[in-house]
């Protein structure tokens, strides 16, 4: 049978190939538009549910935590009352003055220890530098009778732009206050150098409601500063029972009223804030355009969100949970913080969110530094009724629940860092009351305030015997410049 030919294909008309050509291209543009519209469409719908969740989250853990209400809720303090303003008036008229602004300070007082008298160049220094704000630092010395304070703040709409133009003078009193509480000491004014010593934790407690970590751990140094200058005068000589009951009374005071938590929950309640001003457009949207930088987009949704910064709103509900946590951690006794900051700390490296890994505070050296300080509270409100219980026994508590017996505390505080009691121990010339410290390794009280933040020493304050007070002075130093 013979095969019929193929019947020869029609020809598509010019005219409706290029119809089909325009609707294949109106199509594709379609996807390229659509698309995109709908994840940012469809980013936006979940990123304003999910911030309503982690808003309501944070509410029932912790009710009134926004700025604002953290703000409303601090006290009024009185001009008069207000230890900040005093503050800043003094340390205007010394003009950013430090006493430690001498070319060989670190040489001539290194590794001080507290017994050693000083020597002539620390007098001389001493002398020289405090003489040059005498009228400033009689007033400073006042300080010690006015207990509260607060640094007024104006918050930026960005929070984290906002200045602290006078923080800063509170620390350099206090260094003024150290300096002249060793000086005091060492012309046998033992009570009014354990007054300019309650006048430095008092330079501190400005920092009592500060919603910032900065001033956290401003009123940390200048709790550390205190107690070592303390330290160094009762290895001097004897106070009298009244000048150490008023500054025991103090410490007590400044270790339950620790501003670690408050400062974390401002720091949420201001990142929030910021957040709250972008997404309402008081805060331009760029402004997040660096948290996105150098984040290599794997995915159409995160390549919008590098180039459309409105879009990285919604890593920040995740931010917000994560905060959030942290401030639960903080409102654990302390010594169990340390195990559930760590955990909290592994969270925040591992994350992949630009908003937790830029915005986060580092809370585990927080907490480390709160711990210390605590340490250095509680051993030395502790030390002090020691030394009480000795002027009127003439010797040393056999135990720490003497004390208590001799209604010298109420209650003896524990180990920030175990949540144990307090250790106590005689040494071949002074006991010492300490905690085991950050390694957790209890090194029978040996205490090294050198470095600050050293890991590997136990922290707490030690009385000497009265006859080994005031001990000889180091020996000179050769100073750089008068060498041959």
Not at 186 to 205: M, P
Not at 367 to 382: G, K, P
Request: hydrophobic share 40%; proline share 6%.
């Amino acid at each position: 049978m013979e095969t019929q030919p193929a019947a020869p294909s029609t020809p598509v008309p010019a005219k409706l190939r290029r119809r089909r050509w325009w609707r294949r291209a109106l199509l594709l543009v379609a996807l390229l538009v659509l698309v995109p519209l709908g994840i940012f469409a469809y980013t936006t719908w979940s990123t304003r549910h999910d911030w309503a969740e982690a808003e309501a989250e944070a509410d029932r853990s912790d009710p009134a935590w926004r700025l604002h209400q953290l703000i409303e809720k601090q006290a009024p303090i009185a001009d008069k009352e207000n230890s900040a303003l005093h503050i800043i008036a003094i340390e205007r008229k010394a003009k950013d003055f430090e006493v430690a602004g001498v070319a060989s300070y670190n040489l001539i007082f290194e590794s001080l220890p507290p017994s050693a008298r000083l020597n002539a160049q620390q007098l001389e220094l001493l002398r020289g530098q405090l003489g040059k704000i005498a009228k400033p630092l009689e007033e400073a010395r006042s300080l010690k009778d006015i207990p509260r304070g607060r640094f007024f703040l104006k918050y930026s709409d960005e929070f984290l732009s906002t200045l602290f133009p006078d923080h800063h003078r509170a620390r350099i009193l206090a260094d003024w206050l150290k300096h002249d509480a060793y000086l005091l000491a060492h012309d046998g004014k033992f009570d009014e150098a354990v007054q300019s010593c309650q006048a430095c934790l008092n330079t501190g407690r400005t920092m009592a409601d500060e919603l910032f970590l900065i001033g956290h751990m401003i009123r940390l140094a200048s709790q550390t500063i205190a107690v070592t200058a303390l330290e160094r005068v009762l290895a001097q000589g004897e106070a009298s029972d009244k000048s150490l009951k008023a500054i025991q009374a103090l410490l007590e005071k400044e270790m339950k009223e620790s501003t670690s938590l408050t400062a974390i929950r401002g720091e949420r309640a201001g990142v929030h804030m910021l957040f709250d001003n972008i997404r309402t457009g008081k805060v331009p949207v760029t402004y997040l355009r660096g948290l996105a930088a150098g984040k290599k987009a794997s995915t159409i949704s995160e390549w919008i969100g590098d180039n459309f910064p409105s879009t990285m709103l919604k890593y920040y509900p995740e931010h917000l949970r994560h905060m959030t946590d942290g401030v639960e951690i903080a409102k654990l006794p302390i010594h169990e913080q340390g195990p559930r900051f760590d955990e909290w700390d592994k969270k925040t490296k591992a994350s992949r969110n630009p908003i937790i890994l830029s915005l986060t505070p580092a809370l585990v050296r927080i907490h480390h530094a709160e711990c210390r300080s605590q340490a250095n509270l509680r051993t030395a409100q502790v030390a002090l009724a020691c030394e009480r219980y000795r002027l009127s026994n003439e010797r040393w508590p056999q135990t720490l629940d003497d004390l208590v017996k001799n209604k010298l505390v109420d209650v003896l505080p524990v180990d920030p860092m175990d949540g144990q009691p307090l250790r106590y121990r005689y040494k071949k010339d002074h006991v010492v009351i300490y905690s085991i410290g950050l390694d957790g390794v209890d090194s029978e009280g040996h205490v090294d305030r050198e470095p600050a933040g050293s890991f590997s020493s136990n922290i707490g304050f030690r009385l000497w015997d009265k006859e080994h007070r005031g001990g000889p002075p180091r020996p000179l130093v050769v100073l750089p410049e008068a060498q041959p």
